[in-house]
């Protein structure tokens, strides 16, 4: 089976379903710590699962014969700032948990999610290569730079086959706006087809990498799916699709909602953005195993705006 954690979560409500897709329902495990959240995995299995809870993974693990984890449990940018050492404690324990019992348990592959925040504010912020200095400033992101090394360490010295992406701000109609620094570009278009004016917690430049959970989601399985030896990254690979500010996704949704108005009134997370590149060189996913993307941002709007309105959550 495949088992994901986290599967409540803006990324894992729509990779469960294309999981789903690929392995059949009675293959795939989806879990989360939120039982409120799990009626809407009605296409395979579901259970309550506590990413902390190393017994109850475990036993889950032997009891539905994992051969998978996708593990994308995180408490992201924006809410770590107010909780850090939970942060920390989520993001970081979980993750050694699972790659130690890939190794115990001989898993097949594991997936976990990186992202840009590991990035900080003397990386280069534009074209940010795939190695450069990365002195991240959130806890958020100083999680991710410290799993990538781990990531790497249980492939080289164990050879368990974690497979990772610095995703750039996703963004879904299928998920609310969460804890992250870049769901400001989530929010905008319920204020847009809601006829509400726009409060932006960014200003109007503030340049950020994104990215259309359809293309997140090819990403994650062109990956997954790749030959092992077409992955020469075992920290986590660059992945990048557009880039754009406040006021460009603005102006996109204004196109098809002339009325639509917007103010910028920048508050903490202004700090975590401005550390962050304005766009990624992911050259290497291109390379080793074929990445492409294919959304750009007015494809993106055209797209939400079509399915929003009539999308039940
Ligand atoms: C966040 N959406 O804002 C996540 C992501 C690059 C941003 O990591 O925390």
Redesign the pocket.
Known sequence: SVLIIGAAG?LGSELTQELANIYGGENVIATDINPQALYKFDYCKSMVLDAMDKNAVSKLVKEENVKQIYHLAAV???TGEKNPLFAWQLNMDSLLFILELAKEEKLDKIYWPS???VFGPNTPKVNTPQYCVKEPNTV?GISKQAGERWCEYYFQKFGVDVRSLR????IGYKSLP??????YAVDIYHKAIAGEHFVSFLNENTY??MMYMPDAIKATIDLMHAPKEKVKIRSSYNLAAISFSPKEIYESIKQHYPEFTISYSPDFRQGIADS?PDSIDDSRAREDWGWDHAYDLSKMTEDILKHLPSYSF
């Open positions: 803006q992201l940018s924006a992202s840009i925040a958020y995703y750039p701000g996703l969460g804890g992250g620094t870049t769901d950020l990498p962050w």
